[in-house]
Nanobody
Framework: QVQLVESGGGLVQAGGSLRLSCTAS????????MGWFRQAPGAEREFVAA????????YYRDSVKGRFTISRDNAKNTVYLQMNSLQPDDTAVYYC????????????????????WGQGTQVTVSS
């Protein structure tokens, strides 16, 4: 069993920054790929970023490239999402998730590649 707890969400003005954290417990974290997704009201959940177990491979959705950075600290069982130059379109509930062992990083942009999810943290960007 894996437990994921996100934190760091909040209200920020356009152009501001937030750093989300996701701490994992329940099993070895350092061998797992991790991802961040988000869901805006009335919209489907969408991929934001993913990172492999070592941090060497990272993927981003096009709209956040150059603004968001995913990283991890395996000693702290934590994955981060640094979000800069935030825009109102970034407003959503952000979820972290554990990539199912055996799924390739090539499939890390799809939610079906993840088996454990956090409860989500709200990010609201005002204009």
């Amino acid at each position: 069993q894996v437990q994921l707890v996100e934190s760091g969400g909040g209200l920020v003005q356009a152009g501001g920054s937030l750093r989300l954290s996701c701490t994992a417990s329940g099993r070895t974290f350092s061998s797992d790929g991790m991802g961040w997704f988000r869901q805006a009201p009335g919209a489907e959940r969408e991929f934001v970023a993913a990172i492999d177990w070592s941090g060497a491979i990272r993927y981003y959705r096009d709209s956040v490239k150059g603004r968001f950075t995913i990283s991890r600290d395996n000693a702290k069982n934590t994955v981060y999402l640094q979000m800069n130059s935030l825009q109102p379109d970034d407003t959503a509930v952000y979820y972290c998730a554990r990539k199912t062992p055996g799924r390739t990083m090539g499939a890390a942009t799809t939610s079906i590649s993840y088996d454990y999810w956090g409860q989500g943290t709200q990010v609201t960007v005002s204009s």
